[in-house]
Protein backbone atom coordinates (compact mmCIF):
# COMPACT_ATOMS: atom_id res chain seq x y z
CA UNK A 1 0.00 0.00 0.00
CA UNK A 2 0.99 3.49 -0.71
CA UNK A 3 2.04 5.99 2.08
CA UNK A 4 0.07 9.39 1.78
CA UNK A 5 0.94 12.10 -0.54
CA UNK A 6 3.27 14.57 1.04
CA UNK A 7 0.72 17.57 3.67
CA UNK A 8 1.37 20.19 0.71
CA UNK A 9 -0.65 17.88 -1.27
CA UNK A 10 -3.60 17.98 0.89
CA UNK A 11 -3.79 21.44 1.56
CA UNK A 12 -3.62 22.19 -2.59
CA UNK A 13 -6.65 20.06 -2.92
CA UNK A 14 -8.28 21.81 0.44
CA UNK A 15 -9.13 18.39 1.74
CA UNK A 16 -6.53 20.30 4.48
CA UNK A 17 -7.45 23.72 5.40
CA UNK A 18 -6.14 26.62 7.20
CA UNK A 19 -7.80 27.75 10.16
CA UNK A 20 -7.60 29.83 12.95
CA UNK A 21 -6.11 27.27 15.86
CA UNK A 22 -8.68 25.76 17.81
CA UNK A 23 -7.46 25.43 21.45
CA UNK A 24 -10.44 24.19 23.17
CA UNK A 25 -11.32 21.43 20.68
CA UNK A 26 -7.55 20.37 20.60
CA UNK A 27 -7.91 19.86 24.52
CA UNK A 28 -11.35 18.11 24.32
CA UNK A 29 -10.01 15.44 21.74
CA UNK A 30 -7.13 15.11 23.58
CA UNK A 31 -8.95 14.29 26.69
CA UNK A 32 -11.00 12.43 24.95
CA UNK A 33 -8.14 10.42 23.40
CA UNK A 34 -6.89 9.81 27.07
CA UNK A 35 -10.34 8.78 28.52
CA UNK A 36 -10.42 6.27 25.67
CA UNK A 37 -7.35 5.12 26.49
CA UNK A 38 -7.12 4.14 29.57
CA UNK A 39 -10.81 2.26 29.34
CA UNK A 40 -9.28 0.34 27.00
CA UNK A 41 -6.46 -0.65 29.16
CA UNK A 42 -8.72 -1.74 31.70
CA UNK A 43 -10.36 -3.83 28.91
CA UNK A 44 -7.95 -5.14 27.99
CA UNK A 45 -6.21 -6.00 31.07
CA UNK A 46 -9.75 -7.51 32.45
CA UNK A 47 -10.42 -9.81 29.48
CA UNK A 48 -7.12 -9.61 27.15
CA UNK A 49 -7.30 -9.61 23.16
CA UNK A 50 -8.61 -12.48 21.71
CA UNK A 51 -10.20 -13.25 18.30
CA UNK A 52 -13.28 -12.32 19.62
CA UNK A 53 -12.88 -8.53 20.33
CA UNK A 54 -9.70 -7.52 18.23
CA UNK A 55 -11.55 -5.88 16.00
CA UNK A 56 -13.49 -3.48 18.50
CA UNK A 57 -10.02 -2.91 20.20
CA UNK A 58 -8.36 -1.88 16.24
CA UNK A 59 -10.96 0.41 15.76
CA UNK A 60 -10.85 2.00 19.71
CA UNK A 61 -6.84 2.52 18.89
CA UNK A 62 -7.03 3.88 15.59
CA UNK A 63 -9.70 6.76 16.94
CA UNK A 64 -7.46 7.11 19.96
CA UNK A 65 -4.47 7.79 17.41
CA UNK A 66 -7.20 9.79 14.98
CA UNK A 67 -7.86 11.67 18.16
CA UNK A 68 -4.43 13.12 19.16
CA UNK A 69 -3.28 13.36 15.43
CA UNK A 70 -6.49 15.93 14.91
CA UNK A 71 -5.84 17.65 18.15
CA UNK A 72 -2.24 18.68 16.84
CA UNK A 73 -3.49 19.72 13.66
CA UNK A 74 -6.09 22.16 15.54
CA UNK A 75 -3.25 23.22 17.75
CA UNK A 76 -1.26 24.25 14.46
CA UNK A 77 -4.05 25.50 12.64
CA UNK A 78 -5.75 22.78 10.74
CA UNK A 79 -8.11 21.34 9.93
CA UNK A 80 -9.82 18.50 7.24
CA UNK A 81 -12.60 17.16 5.53
CA UNK A 82 -14.01 15.23 3.05
CA UNK A 83 -12.64 12.89 0.96
CA UNK A 84 -9.15 11.67 1.56
CA UNK A 85 -9.37 13.37 5.07
CA UNK A 86 -8.03 10.20 6.56
CA UNK A 87 -4.75 10.07 4.69
CA UNK A 88 -4.76 14.04 4.89
CA UNK A 89 -4.17 13.87 8.72
CA UNK A 90 -2.04 10.86 8.30
CA UNK A 91 0.11 12.85 6.05
CA UNK A 92 0.62 15.32 8.74
CA UNK A 93 2.94 13.08 10.70
CA UNK A 94 6.28 13.58 8.58
CA UNK A 95 5.47 17.13 9.75
CA UNK A 96 6.18 15.95 13.03
CA UNK A 97 9.13 13.08 12.42
CA UNK A 98 7.08 10.46 11.77
CA UNK A 99 8.88 7.92 9.93
CA UNK A 100 7.70 6.59 6.40
CA UNK A 101 7.67 2.91 8.17
CA UNK A 102 5.43 4.34 10.65
CA UNK A 103 3.35 6.36 8.83
CA UNK A 104 3.03 2.92 6.53
CA UNK A 105 1.81 1.34 9.75
CA UNK A 106 -0.62 4.00 10.60
CA UNK A 107 -1.58 4.16 6.78
CA UNK A 108 -2.15 0.26 6.72
CA UNK A 109 -4.52 0.18 9.90
CA UNK A 110 -6.88 2.88 8.14
CA UNK A 111 -6.87 0.58 5.36
CA UNK A 112 -7.69 -2.58 7.77
CA UNK A 113 -10.23 -0.55 9.62
CA UNK A 114 -12.12 0.44 7.33
CA UNK A 115 -12.28 -3.53 5.74
CA UNK A 116 -13.25 -4.31 9.26
CA UNK A 117 -16.34 -1.31 9.49
CA UNK A 118 -17.40 -1.54 5.85
CA UNK A 119 -16.59 -5.19 4.63
CA UNK A 120 -16.41 -7.44 7.12
CA UNK A 121 -13.34 -8.29 7.63
CA UNK A 122 -12.30 -10.39 10.89
CA UNK A 123 -8.89 -8.98 12.63
CA UNK A 124 -6.89 -11.43 14.07
CA UNK A 125 -5.51 -10.80 18.16
CA UNK A 126 -2.20 -11.02 16.91
CA UNK A 127 -2.63 -8.09 15.03
CA UNK A 128 -4.30 -6.30 17.07
CA UNK A 129 -1.57 -6.77 19.72
CA UNK A 130 0.63 -4.94 17.51
CA UNK A 131 -1.68 -1.92 16.79
CA UNK A 132 -2.36 -1.96 21.05
CA UNK A 133 1.24 -2.05 21.20
CA UNK A 134 2.06 0.75 18.06
CA UNK A 135 -0.16 3.35 19.98
CA UNK A 136 1.22 3.01 23.47
CA UNK A 137 4.91 3.12 21.42
CA UNK A 138 3.41 6.53 20.17
CA UNK A 139 0.94 7.99 21.97
CA UNK A 140 3.57 10.59 23.67
CA UNK A 141 4.65 11.87 20.54
CA UNK A 142 1.07 12.67 19.60
CA UNK A 143 0.31 14.74 22.65
Do not use: Q, W
Not at 15 to 36: G, M, N, T, V
Amino acid sequence: MRLPKEFEYYLKKKIIRKISPDLSRAKFLLKESEISLEGLKERIKIIGINNKNSNSIIRDCYNIIMEKIRARLLLKGYSSSGNYSHEAELSYLREISFSDNEISFLNNLRYFRNSSIYYGKLLDKEYAKRVFDFLIKIKKRLK
